[in-house]
């Protein structure tokens, strides 16, 4: 199974909006046992990034390493010991309304 790895942002955040935490669990579950074509890459100076909808208008962004290393994002985006870390990784990135989750994603340190 793919492992999981969350930022501190993320996790504030999913204790703000905790209304959308049973919601995420459910998608976060699913995206864990088949990341592979999960949610949307991003683009505009967000590449190697995806989201998933969580419910209308809420989203969470994530990196799945191997798709990031697929697609070359690898070189540009900033996690920390990337080289170590295995494909079979998720980072969570940060959860929140869509406009602030994109404004904010690119701010927070990688894992």
């Known amino acids: 199974m793919t492992e999981a790895r969350f930022t501190p942002e993320f996790a504030a ?17 699913n995206l ?20 998933c909808s969580v419910k209308k208008g809420f989203i969470f962004v994530y990196v799945y390493c191997k798709e990031c290393r697929a697609r070359g994002h690898d070189k540009t985006n900033s996690c920390k010991n990337c080289e170590e870390t295995p494909d079979e990784v998720v980072k969570f990135i940060t959860i929140g309304p869509h406009d602030k989750a994109y404004e904010s994603a690119p701010k927070i340190a990688l894992p």
Do not use: C, M, R, W
């Open 32 to 51: 864990l046992q088949n990341p592979s074509g999960f949610g949307e890459p991003l683009k505009y100076g967000l590449e190697g990034f995806n989201s």
């Open 13 to 29: 955040a999913l204790k703000k909006y905790s209304n959308v935490k049973k919601s995420a669990q459910n998608k976060i579950d």
